[in-house]
C-alpha cells in the first residue's frame, strides 16, 4: 500500500542487475514506492528508469538502421519547435506514429548513410559518414524496447556486416519496438499537416496536437517519461547545435543524432585557403551530447525536526521548494552544495548525504540530489546574490500537512508555463533581498505548495516528511 502523499508512476514490470551505491552489484526488482521507484537501495525518480536498450554500438551501422525503420513494429515520436506531439482527452500521451504515417517527413532514402547528392548512398569504409543524416529532417534513434527488458533478440554490430544473411533477415529476429524521434520544426506546415491528418490514430478518432509536455507529465507512466527525457534532450542538442564551434561550418549528423561533425571533413568538401578545422583530430566534448548537473538540496536542522526551503519571485503564488544550482568547474556535488546554501540562503551546511538523481530534459540537466545538516538558528539572508524571494523553516507537521491536501502538490498548466518562465530566465536580482515575513497567499486552505511529485524536489520533501530517510 502507498503511504500517504506518494504517487505511484510504473514501469514496465522487470527484474534487472545494478549497483548500489557501494558499487557491489545487487539483484534488484522494481518495485513502486512513489514517483521515486525503489530498487534495491536505489531510487528511480520520474524521467529515469530509461526502458530502451539503446543499442549504441549499432548507432554507426546505416545497415541497421535503415533496416528496422522499414519494421511495421517501429514507433515514431514527432517534435516541432521543443513540443512533442500529444494525444489529446482527458488523459494525454505521447503520440507514437508508424513509419507509413511519418514517411512523406523522412525524405529520399537511404535515411542514414547518405552520400554527396540526395538518393547516393555513402560509401561504408569513410568513418565521417557513418550513419551520416546529411540533409532532410533531423532524426534520432532512441533505442529498442523489448518485451520484459530481455536482451535475448539484440544483436552484435557484426550481424549486419555478414554477406550471409540480408540486413532484413537479421532484423526480423530482433524481438521488440524500436523507437525513433523526428523533428519538423523546419518542415512547412502544410506537409506536416497533411501526415498528422492521414495517420491512423487520427483515422481512428484520436486527436493529437503539439503541446508542452510539463503540464501533461502528471498523465504519463514512468515509461513515458523516461522515453521523453530521452526525446526532448536528444531533439534539443541537435537543433542547437548548428554550427562547428572550432571553424564555424554547419554541422552534419552521424550515428543516429548521437554526434554532430563538421560538414568541412566531408570527402567533398573544399578547402581552398582554409585552415583545417580542429575538430578533425581528436575526441572533443562538443560533438557528443551532453548533460549539465544541477543540485538540488534542502537542509535539515540539526534537531532533524525542520527542512529550510526557498521561493523564487518567477515562482507560482506561494510555491516553495529546493534550493538549485549548477556544478561550477573546479567543485565537488559536496562542494557545490555548500556554496549555493550560503549564495542562496545565508546558511552553512554540512554532513552533505547524496539522494538520488533525475534527468531533465529542459533542455538537458541532470539533478542531483543531496540533504545536508544546518543549524536552524542561523539568520537566513537572500541579500548575497539575490536569487531568492524568500527562504524559511518549515516543521515536519506543516510539510506533511501540505503533501496531504488535495492542492498540496497540484499545479495548473498556468503554473507550469510559470515554472518553465522561471527555469528558463537568468538569476533574478532581488532589488532589496530582504527575507518576506509573511509568504505569498495562496488560494483556498493550503498554506504553501510544492511542485508535483515528477519533480525530485517533492520526493526529497516526501522522503524526509514520512521518516525514510536514514543516512541524514
Known sequence: MLKRGLRAFPLPPSSTVGLNLS???????????????KMGETYVNFFGGSPLNRLSWLRPSATFLNSIIASPETR????????????????????????????????AEPFFGQGER?????????????????????????GLHEPGGSTIGTLPS???????ESPETVVSRIKGTAYFSVDVTDIDQATVTSVLQNAQATKAGTTMEFSDARSAMGDFDGFQGALLAETLTMTDWNARNRFCPGCGSPLYSLWAGWKLTCSSLLPWA?????????????????????????????AIDKSGEKILLGRNKRFPAGLYSALTGFIEPGESFEDAVKREMREEAGVTVWDVKYHSTQPWPYPANLMVGFYATA????????????ELEDARWYTREEILYVLAHPEGT??????????????????????NGVVQQQAPAVNGSVPLKFPPFTAIATVLISEWAHGRITNV
Open 23 to 37: 558499487g557491489k552489484l545487487i539483484a534488484r526488482t522494481v518495485h513502486t514506492v512513489s514517483t521515486s521507484l
Open 76 to 107: 515514431w515520436l514527432v517534435l516541432k519547435g521543443g513540443l512533442p506531439l500529444l494525444t489529446t482527452g482527458p488523459k494525454r500521451s505521447i503520440a507514437r506514429l508508424s513509419t507509413a504515417d511519418v514517411r512523406p517527413l523522412l525524405g
Open 118 to 142: 540526395d538518393g547516393q548512398s555513402a560509401p561504408d569504409d569513410v568513418s565521417v559518414l557513418e550513419a551520416a543524416r546529411l540533409r532532410h529532417a533531423r532524426v534520432v534513434f532512441l
Open 158 to 164: 557484426s550481424d549486419f556486416t555478414n554477406k550471409e
Open 270 to 298: 573544399d578547402n581552398t585557403g582554409r585552415t583545417p578545422c580542429p575538430s578533425g583530430k581528436g575526441l572533443h566534448n562538443y560533438s557528443h551530447p551532453r548533460t549539465d548537473a544541477v543540485v538540488i538540496m534542502f
Open 375 to 386: 543549524d536552524a538558528s542561523q539568520p537566513i539572508r537572500t541579500d548575497l546574490d539575490n
Open 410 to 431: 497540484s499545479f495548473t498548466r498556468s503554473d507550469h508555463q510559470k515554472m518553465a518562465a522561471a527555469a528558463q530566465e537568468e538569476k533574478a536580482r532581488n532589488e
